[in-house]
């Protein structure tokens, strides 16, 4: 288990950033996704479980406390900022040898893992110039290179793609997905596009004005089922559902479909109705709402 | 049985080795801020310039002024300054000027430039406290800026030690050395806090750049002017540069230099400004170690 939260809760004076915050994260896979609108509450989140900012509740991570193990959970863990952050007048192997080292690496250990980072991230050809002449696309890189410099055991990663064009995009989140196998490394992405943790993660968590709406995985965000079921016809959407209803089966019109509950997912019983109501299937398979939609439908609740 | 050619994929290992405990981190904090000050171009070489020059220089004439004749003409009641005073006068006129370089060139720079770059998410999202940041940063600067102002003097003092005539002589020179120590410390206090205060509370090199230089070159000038003409010398307080050179004085016993309020005075309002300097240091860096952190 990567988290673990319970009743977690911070204000700001009058202002409550997160509230009753509970569960289990990273239970079912090592990628998680954090979702949320801006003002959700994740950096809020970020900061509170690298013990930069004081809580309440409990909260584990990697099963060390933020309030007594802050430094503990640190050197345990890598933080991709969304923001820009490099230092003036470094270069890319310059500045990941100094961030492993100031995460406890000795000097060689900390260069020679910096040359390995940055081989990882793909700007091995470019490890000697300076960071700030850096384009958007490497500059994300090298974020990415010294968050995983020091071996972290757990990643947060704060909008990885954002300013990438489409192949660096999918460059990143290749390179993410793969971190896990690669490295043994959890990771924690925080984005609010909501296709790269569709692309990437197995669990993800939904915030919502300070509330943790869900946790678990992207399928049972969606309410993916074996047993629901979308039907399109010809014609005579309304007499099939009659059929279906005197067969006794739960069937809900949804535009121009039917959704259908089908236990045990046997579809006889669909086409033995269309035959008895005359209409002409079009379209019969597992329902699978899109990861937009039931995350809409969770911030709204 | 055939040879066969084998390729293991030895895969990536982690380390697994002892990390260094997080109290000794400001050393690799101070150390990175004296390597990319060196690796600066004239910011840093020019000074260096400077101070291996007036080492020289000094040198030179300190073991000119040892000779008897001046010794002859100076109980005759001429300003000749003795040996070891010339410390003092290349400290003044050589390793200050060197250091006021480097104070606008790097103490100006180190936090403003982490605050401009979003550094501050880079250190405090690793295992290192406010505390640790502020005294790596500030050791590291009192390392470039002491190299001129501390190691220039001592050096000195040393040299003129070995210029002595005899042993005896050596040992009645022996104190020079820590005075010039005081004296070396007190100026890269005064040139590493308040530079790099005006850097961190205005967040940006080039505002705190030309703040520094407009203090140094017309607010300081303008103290001095204003006590010479108001008959208030205590104005000169104001000048930190002036406060080092008062304590100087009384510690080479080199007379002079008006306004003089005094040693202690001049050390006491030194103390008030580089105790501001790292209250205004740390309320800057322990606030950006909670606030920095984070996006949208």
């Given at each position: 288990?990567?988290?673990?939260?319970t009743?977690?809760?911070?204000?700001?004076?009058q202002?409550t950033?997160l509230?009753?915050?509970?569960?289990?994260?990273?239970?079912?896979g090592?990628?998680?996704g954090?979702?949320?609108?801006?003002?959700?509450?994740k950096?809020?989140?970020?900061?509170?479980?690298l013990?930069?900012?004081?809580?309440?509740?409990e909260?584990?991570?990697?099963?060390?406390d933020?309030?007594?193990d802050?430094?503990?959970i640190?050197d345990?863990?890598g933080?991709?900022?969304?923001?820009?952050?490099?230092?003036?007048?470094m270069?890319?192997?310059?500045?990941?040898?100094?961030?492993?080292?100031l995460?406890g690496?000795?000097?060689?250990?900390?260069m020679?893992?910096?040359h390995?980072?940055l081989?990882?991230c793909?700007?091995e050809?470019?490890r000697?110039?300076k960071?700030?002449?850096?384009?958007?696309?490497?500059?994300?890189?090298?974020?990415?290179?010294?968050?995983?410099?020091?071996d972290?055991e757990?990643?947060?990663?704060?909008?990885?793609?954002n300013?990438l064009?489409?192949?660096?995009r999918?460059?990143?989140?290749?390179l993410?997905?793969d971190?896990?196998?690669r490295?043994?490394?959890?990771?924690?992405?925080s984005s609010?596009?909501?296709p790269d943790?569709?692309?990437?993660?197995?669990e993800?968590?939904?915030l919502?004005?300070?509330?943790?709406?869900f946790t678990?995985t992207?399928?049972?965000?969606?309410?993916?089922?074996?047993?629901?079921f979308?039907?399109r016809?010809?014609?005579?959407?309304?007499?099939l559902?009659?059929?279906l209803a005197?067969?006794?089966?739960d069937?809900r019109?949804d535009?121009?479909e039917?959704?259908?509950?089908?236990?045990?997912?046997?579809?006889?019983a669909?086409?033995?109705?269309?035959?008895?109501?005359g209409?002409?299937?079009?379209?019969?398979?597992?329902?699978?709402?899109?990861?937009?939609?039931?995350?809409?439908?969770?911030?709204?609740? | 049985?055939?040879?066969?050619?084998?390729?293991?994929?030895?895969?990536?290992?982690?380390?697994?080795?002892?990390?260094?405990?997080?109290?000794?981190?400001f050393?690799?904090?101070?150390?990175n801020?004296f390597?990319?000050?060196?690796?600066?171009?004239?910011?840093?070489?020019?000074?260096f310039i400077?101070?291996?020059?007036t080492f020289v220089?000094a040198?030179?004439?300190?073991?000119v002024?040892?000779?008897?004749l001046?010794?002859?003409?100076?109980?005759?009641?001429?300003?000749?300054?003795?040996a070891?005073?010339i410390?003092?006068?290349a400290?003044t006129?050589?390793?200050?000027l060197?250091?006021?370089?480097?104070?606008?060139?790097?103490?100006?720079?180190?936090?403003?430039?982490?605050?401009?770059?979003g550094?501050?998410?880079?250190?405090?999202?690793?295992?290192?406290r406010a505390?640790?940041?502020?005294?790596?940063?500030?050791?590291?600067?009192?390392?470039?800026?002491g190299?001129?102002?501390?190691?220039?003097?001592v050096?000195?003092?040393?040299?003129?030690?070995?210029?002595?005539e005899d042993?005896?002589?050596?040992?009645s020179?022996?104190?020079v050395?820590?005075?010039?120590?005081?004296?070396?410390?007190?100026g890269?206090?005064?040139?590493v806090?308040?530079?790099?205060?005006?850097?961190a509370l205005?967040?940006?090199?080039q505002p705190?750049?030309?703040?520094?230089?407009?203090?140094?070159?017309v607010?300081?000038n303008?103290a001095?002017a204003?006590?010479?003409?108001?008959?208030?010398?205590?104005?000169?307080?104001?000048?930190?540069?002036?406060?080092?050179?008062v304590v100087?004085?009384a510690?080479?016993?080199?007379?002079?230099g008006w306004?003089n309020?005094?040693?202690?005075?001049?050390?006491?309002?030194?103390?008030?400004?580089?105790?501001?300097?790292?209250?205004?240091?740390?309320?800057?860096v322990?606030?950006?170690?909670?606030s920095?952190?984070?996006?949208s």
């Amino acid at each position: 288990m990567l988290l673990e939260l319970t009743d977690v809760a911070k204000r700001y004076g009058q202002v409550t950033a997160l509230r009753g915050l509970s569960g289990q994260i990273g239970v079912a896979g090592r990628r998680i996704g954090l979702l949320g609108p801006n003002g959700a509450g994740k950096s809020t989140l970020l900061k509170l479980l690298l013990g930069l900012t004081p809580f309440e509740g409990e909260a584990r991570v990697l099963g060390l406390d933020p309030r007594r193990d802050a430094l503990a959970i640190r050197d345990r863990v890598g933080y991709m900022p969304e923001m820009e952050s490099y230092l003036a007048g470094m270069t890319a192997v310059q500045l990941c040898a100094y961030a492993g080292e100031l995460s406890g690496l000795p000097r060689a250990a900390a260069m020679e893992r910096a040359h390995a980072a940055l081989y990882l991230c793909g700007l091995e050809d470019k490890r000697y110039l300076k960071v700030e002449t850096y384009s958007t696309g490497m500059k994300q890189r090298v974020k990415l290179a010294q968050a995983v410099v020091h071996d972290p055991e757990l990643l947060f990663l704060d909008e990885p793609t954002n300013g990438l064009d489409p192949a660096g995009r999918e460059e990143m989140l290749a390179l993410i997905a793969d971190l896990p196998a690669r490295r043994g490394v959890g990771v924690i992405l925080s984005s609010h596009l909501l296709p790269d943790v569709e692309r990437v993660c197995d669990e993800v968590m939904v915030l919502a004005a300070g509330r943790l709406e869900f946790t678990g995985t992207i399928g049972a965000l969606r309410g993916d089922s074996e047993e629901r079921f979308a039907v399109r016809v010809k014609d005579g959407l309304d007499k099939l559902a009659g059929a279906l209803a005197a067969a006794g089966l739960d069937a809900r019109r949804d535009g121009e479909e039917l959704s259908l509950l089908l236990p045990g997912g046997d579809t006889d019983a669909v086409f033995a109705a269309a035959r008895a109501a005359g209409v002409q299937i079009r379209h019969l398979a597992p329902l699978k709402r899109s990861l937009e939609a039931a995350f809409l439908e969770k911030v709204k609740a | 049985m055939t040879p066969r050619a084998e390729i293991h994929d030895l895969g990536y290992e982690p380390y697994r080795g002892a990390r260094t405990p997080p109290a000794r981190r400001f050393l690799t904090v101070a150390r990175n801020v004296f390597a990319v000050a060196w690796g600066s171009r004239w910011g840093v070489k020019l000074p260096f310039i400077i101070s291996v020059s007036t080492f020289v220089g000094a040198s030179v004439v300190m073991y000119v002024a040892r000779n008897r004749l001046f010794d002859m003409v100076r109980e005759r009641g001429a300003p000749i300054p003795r040996a070891e005073q010339i410390i003092f006068f290349a400290f003044t006129y050589g390793f200050e000027l060197a250091a006021y370089v480097l104070a606008a060139v790097v103490a100006c720079a180190a936090v403003a430039n982490d605050l401009r770059l979003g550094a501050f998410q880079f250190y405090f999202s690793r295992p290192l406290r406010a505390r640790d940041y502020l005294a790596g940063k500030l050791l590291g600067l009192a390392l470039v800026i002491g190299v001129p102002l501390f190691t220039g003097p001592v050096l000195l003092a040393v040299v003129r030690v070995c210029f002595a005539e005899d042993a005896a002589q050596a040992v009645s020179l022996l104190p020079v050395i820590p005075r010039a120590a005081l004296l070396g410390l007190l100026g890269t206090a005064a040139f590493v806090l308040p530079p790099a205060a005006l850097g961190a509370l205005l967040g940006r090199r080039q505002p705190a750049q030309a703040l520094f230089v407009v203090y140094f070159v017309v607010l300081t000038n303008a103290a001095l002017a204003m006590a010479a003409v108001l008959k208030v010398p205590e104005l000169s307080l104001l000048d930190v540069g002036h406060d080092v050179q008062v304590v100087g004085r009384a510690l080479f016993g080199v007379g002079g230099g008006w306004p003089n309020v005094g040693p202690w005075p001049a050390a006491a309002a030194l103390a008030v400004v580089c105790a501001l300097s790292l209250a205004a240091l740390w309320w800057r860096v322990a606030k950006a170690e909670t606030s920095e952190l984070g996006g949208s």
